[in-house]
């Protein structure tokens, strides 16, 4: 039970970014809560404790979802033409800007393990867009292919994959400023 009340908060804020409705998120978290205690049992440690959560978690999300589209409450994408912006980041033939270029980040695992690391992530997520961080948490989080993903938000695979670029040159702006900028 302390594992669980340990992770609900990041799994709240992980259901209200997707989900978009606070009461509709704390929904999904008991239930993934509720199934998790069921099932405590079932848990065979080859993953950690909080991904097989965040698993079940993902399985009520996406129930939530679809009941949204059913009940007419979805809202799709809306494209976001912040072209202007990413284009900056890169010269003419397609390479960095050299004050864009991207920081070394040293070992990337080392950097998992860093309890700073994930909260300044939480922070940069939240700080994302929401039809950017949305489309990101479904394939990087949940692990949805990008097919699947626009399935469920109604959006053409070439426009995706732009989200994904764009999420991912966001988050490691902000990573970059929030966190490796504090280990130099």
């Not at 039970?1 to 908060?9: E, G, S």
């Not at 997707?18 to 239930?31: F, I, N, T, Y």
């Given at each position: 039970?302390?594992?669980?009340?340990?992770?609900?908060?990041r799994l709240v804020s992980f259901?209200?970014?997707?989900?978009?409705?606070?009461?509709?998120?704390?929904?999904?978290?008991?239930?993934?809560?509720?199934?998790?205690?069921?099932?405590?049992?079932?848990?065979?440690?080859?993953?950690?404790?909080?991904?097989?959560?965040?698993?079940?978690?993902?399985?009520?999300?996406?129930?939530?979802?679809?009941?949204?589209?059913?009940?007419?409450?979805?809202?799709?994408?809306?494209?976001?033409?912040?072209?202007?912006?990413?284009?900056?980041?890169?010269?003419?033939?397609?390479?960095?800007?050299?004050?864009?270029?991207?920081?070394?980040?040293?070992?990337?695992?080392?950097?998992?393990?860093?309890?700073?690391?994930?909260?300044?992530?939480?922070?940069?997520?939240?700080?994302?867009?929401?039809?950017?961080?949305?489309?990101?948490?479904?394939?990087?989080?949940?692990?949805?292919?990008?097919?699947?993903?626009?399935?469920?938000?109604?959006?053409?695979?070439?426009?995706?994959?732009?989200?994904?670029?764009?999420?991912?040159?966001?988050?490691?702006?902000?990573?970059?400023?929030?966190?490796?900028?504090?280990?130099k």
């Open positions: 039970m302390q594992r669980l009340t340990a992770v609900r908060p259901a209200r970014l997707q989900l978009r409705d606070p009461a509709q998120a704390e929904d999904a978290v008991q239930e993934a809560l509720a199934a998790a205690i069921e099932k405590d049992d079932t848990f065979s440690g080859r993953s950690g404790y909080e991904t097989w959560v965040f698993g079940i978690l993902k399985y009520k999300i996406l129930d939530a979802l679809r009941a949204q589209r059913r009940n007419g409450r979805w809202q799709p994408l809306e494209n976001e033409l912040d072209e202007e912006a990413i284009d900056r980041l890169f010269q003419q033939n397609g390479r960095w800007q050299e004050d864009a270029r991207p920081s070394s980040w040293g070992d990337p695992e080392a950097a998992f393990l860093n309890e700073r690391f994930w909260q300044v992530f939480d922070t940069c997520m939240i700080a994302l867009p929401d039809n950017i961080a949305r489309v990101f948490s479904l394939r990087e989080l949940m692990g949805l292919s990008t097919e699947d993903i626009c399935k469920e938000t109604g959006i053409k695979e070439n426009n995706c994959w732009v989200i994904l670029h764009r999420a991912r040159l966001r988050l490691r702006a902000c990573i970059e400023r929030g966190w490796l900028s504090e280990e």
